[in-house]
């Protein structure tokens, strides 16, 4: 069984007319291995962050399954799909997605609150990763107390919390100076290695790809492999 | 409760804005609430008073031989004899109802609702006396010490209008213009010569426990070969107004508390459309929809139910305090104001006030509830697509 397996995924658009269907991905299969790093790579708008959405269980494809070790996702409920994300999956998206009135550590520590963890198990799984990415003095902080690359690390840091099987980041550096994010994807690899976990990475920036295991192009409608 | 519910209610209580002005909007709409209840409710407590110890007693006993009356529940019992006269004053006349009364009529339960001040014992004529009412006195343009002359209504069919001179020899004021217009006292063994008949005497008895089963069970309990009434039927249309008035207070205060309810509604709306941004973060992160209304809910409910026992306890303050408002409004010049009594002590009705914060909490959170279930169409993807 996989962290996440994709089959014969198909996603398509209503067109903004009404008439017709815009066709977005076609038929793909994707499988990321199980403590690798994948990376999708293809121009703006081809669908990659679509595709993430689609594994990550936030979209539904059009047709297709997405298989979460071995549970269909689009057999689930809501509430059993937020189970799932909270407990398998992490997310880290270019603009970080804190909240606003929560301090560094409280972010970090939302999903496993929402897990219903105690507070002290909470408290040091979460010191203990911003320690790892270098965020001690910055536990009190506000999000808007921080600097970008400080806010990515903190939602990387919020993505590894509960210990989930994958990693999803869609474009992680992507609202970054290059100094930031050569920091951001430095940090990202360390601690995914570190911690064992399977990552599925969407990028344009194809030096970040391939760093990856895996490098797949999105380009027409399909996946095709380039690395790995 | 879940740790991350706890956390994200008491952020979003703790964050300035919407909730805080949600929060003093109810205050201020709980705290005239409680004003208006404690108002009515004190004012009607202190109009029924009046009529009880000044006009009627809690029971009477009219036209009686002989009665034995249980003692048990008896505060004080005075005999009267009533009857009517035309007072004739230097412009205008005034028909007054004359109640005859001993010396202790005027003991310390019935002063503690009425102001009297009598002639000085060196300015007294040998002219049988008279109490007016400030109301009267300045009707007629007469004060203590003047003399009065009074046309006396027969109590009997073979009777005959009979001319009268008293003196001034006190005046009163209970506050509460529509006795004080109508009530005037003279001396008992006076008022027995002008009013001879039977059913003039009126035995009035003040009870220690006024409830109205108490009353009722006191006038069941005497035994006369007279007529027993309660002061609720001698003065039904005062007292049925009462409960008429006191019911139609609390209708309409019900309904302002559904208009507020419904704003409440309305500030949960809009808390859920500054926060859809959140929702959909922490929806991300695997919080169910159940786990976000839960918070939305308390955060709203705490702030509500907050609000709503800041305004009990301002309205209940003003309540208690409402002397020198009341004095104001006495001295001005109102005329509307005469079927208000301005004098009396507060009483805080805490059934009325816990009946209608009972249905705010109640209807705020059905409403609030309704509200929320909109949490349901924001989903993550709210993030990325925006819609």
């Known amino acids: 069984m996989y962290p996440i397996e994709l089959r014969k995924i198909t996603k398509s658009f209503k067109n903004a007319s009404g008439n017709g269907e815009l066709l977005i991905l076609d038929s793909i299969d994707l499988c990321p291995q199980v403590g690798k790093s994948t990376a999708i790579i293809g121009k703006s708008g081809t669908g990659k962050s679509t595709l993430l959405q689609i594994a990550g269980g936030l979209d539904a494809p059009t047709s297709g399954s997405v298989f979460c070790n071995g549970t269909d996702l689009g057999t689930l409920s809501d509430s059993k799909k937020s189970l799932i994300r909270n407990r398998n999956m992490g997310f880290v998206f270019q603009n970080n997605m804190l909240l606003e009135d929560f301090t560094a550590l409280e972010n970090v520590m939302i999903p496993a609150m929402i897990a219903g963890k105690g507070k002290k198990e909470c408290r040091d799984r979460a010191l203990e990763l911003l320690e790892k990415l270098g965020l001690t003095d910055r536990l009190d902080h506000l999000p808007g107390q921080l600097s970008g690359g400080e806010r990515q690390r903190v939602a990387i840091c919020r993505a590894l919390m509960n210990s989930p099987e994958i990693i999803f980041a869609d474009e992680p550096t992507g609202s970054l100076d290059e100094e930031n994010a050569r920091e951001v994807e430095n940090m990202l690899f360390d601690i995914v290695s570190s911690e064992k976990k399977t990552l599925l990475l969407v990028t344009h920036n194809i030096d970040f790809a391939n760093r990856c295991d895996m490098v797949y192009r999105l380009s027409n409608r399909k996946l095709t492999l380039e690395k790995g | ?387």
């Open chain 2, 1 to 387: 409760m879940n740790p991350f519910v706890a956390l994200w209610s008491r952020k979003r209580i703790l964050r300035r804005g919407r909730l805080t002005g949600c929060m003093v909007l109810i205050a201020l709409v709980t705290a005239p609430l409680v004003i208006a209840l404690i108002f009515s409710g004190s004012m009607m407590n202190g109009i029924a008073d009046r009529f009880i110890y000044l006009s009627d007693g809690h029971v009477q006993i009219t036209g009686a031989g002989n009665s034995t009356i249980p003692q048990d529940n008896i505060l004080c019992m005075d005999e009267t004899v009533t009857g009517y006269a035309l007072m004739y004053g230097a412009s205008d006349t005034a028909s007054v109802s004359l109640k005859g009364v001993k010396e202790d009529y005027f003991n310390s339960y019935r002063l503690h609702y009425m102001d009297l001040e009598y002639l000085p014992q060196e300015e007294r004529s040998g002219l049988n006396r008279i109490i007016l009412s400030e109301t009267t006195s300045h009707k007629l343009n007469l004060k203590a010490g003047d003399r009065v002359a009074l046309m006396v209504v027969p109590d009997t069919e073979e009777g005959v209008l009979r001319p009268v001179m008293l003196q001034v020899g006190g005046i009163y004021s209970c506050g509460y213009e529509q006795i004080d217009s109508n009530l005037a006292f003279i001396d008992y063994t006076h008022a027995q010569k002008l009013f001879s008949s039977r059913d003039s005497r009126v035995t009035e008895i003040i009870a220690k426990d006024s409830s109205d089963t108490a009353v009722r069970s006191l006038a069941s309990s005497i035994s006369t070969d007279g007529r027993v009434n309660t002061w609720q039927s001698k003065n039904s249309s005062v007292y049925s107004n009462f409960v008429n008035s006191r019911q139609m207070i609390i209708l309409i205060l019900l309904i302002i508390v559904f208009i507020a309810s419904f704003f409440t509604a309305s500030s949960a709306n809009q808390i859920i459309e500054d926060d859809v941004q959140e929702i959909a973060v922490s929806k991300l992160m695997g919080a169910s929809d159940r786990m976000t209304r839960q918070s939305a809910f308390i955060s709203i409910y705490t702030v509500t139910l907050t609000g709503m026992f800041i305004g009990l306890a301002a309205g209940i303050l003003i309540g208690l305090n409402l002397s020198p408002i009341l004095n104001l409004l006495s001295r001005s010049d109102l005329i509307n104001l005469s079927y208000y009594l301005l004098d009396f002590s507060s009483v805080v009705p805490w059934r009325d006030i816990i009946l209608v914060l009972a249905v705010m909490t109640c209807v705020s959170a059905l409403s609030i509830l309704i509200s929320l279930r909109h949490t349901r169409r924001i989903t993550p993807m709210r993030l990325f697509t925006g819609l």
